[in-house]
């Protein structure tokens, strides 16, 4: 039965209770998806744990969030008059001006109508004898499915750190990614910050500008590299407008769906001279620039990684008056051992003003929190706010916090405790009809995320199509061709600079404690991720899948 909260909620779904699909989130990979499977004219329902759309938009509205992607390529492609309709204001949008676009996208289309909002997934059980899942929410609900199709994001399951105390605190806590929709106040206030990866890095500028006194605490220094974000006036918006198409076939065609892919010049084709200003050149230019165009051997050659890991320090240390602070807010791991982060110009800065103090807790951890504060190993910080800039269990940790069950009572997360195991990253052996968007060791919806879902996306609802109208049962991943491609992620594991560093990073889960070193990411080309994608379709997935009626 459907509750009385969704019949309320959702006039639409009174008394519906089996679907074709489900689909898990309203974030960009979410809405579309919802789109793609209406426009197939199949009984389709979100969920959304959100009050709203726009997924990582939606939840991570700190001060200063933006994107690292330009704008007109964070988009979608599909519709020619919600392109020229759409005008972005800067070339790397914030996060207001991203969850406004996904609103309106959301109105425009009245998908609204086909979503359960404030309504978190507990439980998926696959029901063998009927070939269909069993879907429970956190509001006491029970509906049953086909085909789920798990959207539900890489970045939303924040991780805090591994120290006792976190309940303890008396004081004012929020995870960036769990910011309160009425913002915070910090005029006048203690504050500290735990964490400079991508969300500390934007947000720290923010706070240190109201806060009485701002406390960093930092476990590993990461590159810092400026977005060199600007205004878009009307002019350039309409060109940017007019060479949709083009900007769609160029990024299609590289890496991971940003603008840059790198360049297939190594950096010895290159005099001292020359390959100086060539990183000059990049470094005034936007975004990823900075690192995937450039040659591709710095990413995985340790020599040429170094002479840019050098002219990157050259650039950042002067930005801080302090010599000996300078050095010690210095990186020491590779360009990329962990993905870099980008600034607005202000970032490092903020350690020349009075009221900002930086604690390195690789010399000094954390202890605990206390409910006056943080204890240190050498000393105490009484504070007023803790932010926690801590990141997320990327890849994995949203899939795991479902308790998922497939055929013969086998728990995902179990299964994963002890080895990840995907094909290509859509879908786990022993989990039928279930589509993992974003899951571990895949392409889509990882890197340039709406462009990278988008064949993936038409791929699924293209495949959901054809199992409920086909007489089809069960889709599923061969055991055997999810171990090679296992395999194949493996070795790619192997190759760069980040297989040869020590440093956490969430591409292998090291920056959750406790979790065993594995490659989560995967090298796979988006245009080769897609070709094969369109292979198995057309070869009625002969390969890697079966198809069981």
């Known amino acids: 039965m459907v509750s009385a909260l969704t019949a309320k909620t959702n006039p639409l779904h009174q008394g519906i209770d089996r679907y074709d699909a489900v689909v898990i989130g309203a974030g960009p990979s979410g809405l579309y998806e919802l789109h793609l499977l209406r426009e197939k004219g199949l009984r389709v329902l979100a969920i959304e744990a959100g009050g709203g759309v726009g997924g990582t938009w939606y939840w991570n509205r700190y001060p200063g969030c933006r994107l690292h992607s330009e704008s007109y390529t964070y988009q979608y492609f599909w519709s020619e008059e919600l392109l020229e309709e759409w005008q972005w204001s800067e070339v790397f949008a914030g996060q207001p001006e991203l969850e406004r676009y996904y609103n309106h996208v959301a109105d425009k289309y009245d998908l609204r109508k086909d979503i359960l909002f404030d309504t978190r997934v507990e439980a998926l059980t696959f ?98 590299l400026p977005l060199r974000n600007r205004p878009l006036d009307a002019a350039e918006s309409a060109d940017l407008r007019a060479r949709a198409n083009e900007i769609h076939d160029r990024i299609s065609s590289t890496v991971l769906g940003f603008t840059w892919s790198p360049e297939p010049k190594p950096t010895t084709d290159y005099t001292p001279e020359e390959l100086r200003a060539h990183y000059e050149k990049r470094w005034q230019e936007p975004g990823w620039a900075k690192v995937f165009g450039l040659p591709h051997d710095i990413l995985l050659e340790d020599g040429p990684n170094k002479t840019y890991a050098d002219f990157i320090l050259e650039k950042s240390r002067p930005r801080i008056h302090d010599a000996e602070l300078a050095e010690k807010l210095m990186p020491k791991h590779a360009v990329m051992a962990k993905p870099a982060d980008y600034d607005m110009d202000n970032y490092y800065e903020v350690f020349n003003q ?196």
């Open 354 to 549: 009075d009221n900002v103090d930086a604690f390195f807790v690789q010399d000094n951890p954390i202890e605990a929190i206390t409910p006056t504060g943080i204890r240190l190993r050498d000393g105490r910080l009484d504070v007023d706010v803790i932010v926690y800039a801590t990141g997320f269990e990327v890849h994995t940790g949203a899939f795991k916090r479902i308790d998922i069950i497939g055929a013969g009572g086998v728990k995902l997360k179990e299964v994963w405790d002890d080895k990840v195991v995907t094909y290509l990253g859509l879908m786990a052996p022993g989990f039928p009809n279930l589509f993992l968007v974003g899951g571990p060791n895949g392409r889509a919806a990882s890197g340039n995320c709406p462009i990278a879902f988008e064949v993936a996306g038409e791929w699924i609802a293209d495949t959901t199509q054809r199992l409920v109208e086909g007489g089809y049962a069960r889709l599923e991943a061969d055991p055997v061709a999810a171990q090679e491609w296992g395999r194949r992620i493996e070795q790619d594991g192997r190759t760069g600079v980040g297989a040869r560093s020590e440093v956490s990073s969430y591409a292998y889960g090291t920056n959750v404690a406790g979790h065993k070193r594995q490659f989560l990411a995967a090298s796979i080309p988006l245009p080769e991720f897609n070709t094969l994608l369109r292979e198995i379709a057309e070869t009625d997935f002969t390969t890697g899948f079966i198809l069981s009626r």
């Open 127 to 224: 029901d063998e004898s009927a070939d269909e899942w069993q879907v429970r929410t956190d509001q006491g609900d029970t509906v049953r499915a086909r085909v789920v199709v798990a959207t539900v994001g890489m970045l939303s399951a924040p991780i805090y750190p591994d120290v006792p105390g976190l309940d303890s605190f008396e004081g004012e806590a929020h995870h960036t990614s769990r910011w309160p929709h009425e913002g915070v106040d910090f005029r006048g206030k203690r504050v500290a910050v735990i964490g400079t990866g991508a969300s500390g890095v934007q947000v720290i500028p923010q706070i240190a500008k109201d806060a009485a006194h701002l406390s960093v605490l930092i476990r590993t220094p990461n590159y810092v």
